[in-house]
């Protein structure tokens, strides 16, 4: 079985884009364009991973994992995000996000990252 991923962006080129090249390393790719839609999707799919970008309409990616922990959907999530600012930095740093990873990236990065994320959220204690 695949890992799953849901990967959340309202660029919809871009989100076709990682949707195509996640397939290709590997993972079976879900997606979403806002926060209404990530929800059901991560309800729907039971994703091991998302993939949030920061920046989307009406609601930003760190009100949306508020709202999910809130629901408790304890998803790991990597923040995605065009906007590398202290800002950014230090928010995601406190967020209960997985990890932060600026855009333009390689798709292999982002593949590594996303393996990571699920590796850190399976491995049971020794």
């Not at 993939?51 to 949306?64: E, H």
């Not at 967020?95 to 982002?110: C, E, H, I, N, Q």
Request: glycine residues 4%.
């Amino acid at each position: 079985m695949l890992p799953r991923v849901l990967v959340v962006d309202d660029d919809l080129e871009l989100l076709d884009m990682l949707q195509m090249t996640l397939s290709e390393h590997g993972f079976e790719v879900f997606t979403a364009y806002d926060a209404k839609s990530a929800l059901e999707a991560c309800i729907l799919h039971a994703p091991g991973v998302v993939l949030l970008d920061i920046g989307l309409p009406y609601r930003d990616g760190f009100s949306i994992m508020k709202e999910w922990r809130s629901l408790g959907l304890e998803v790991p999530i990597v923040l995605h995000t065009a906007y590398n600012t202290l800002d950014v930095r230090e928010r995601a740093s406190t967020s209960g996000a997985l990890d932060l990873v600026f855009k333009p990236s390689l798709p292999s990065v982002l593949a590594t990252k996303l393996q990571f994320a699920l590796a850190a959220t399976t491995q049971s204690p020794v």
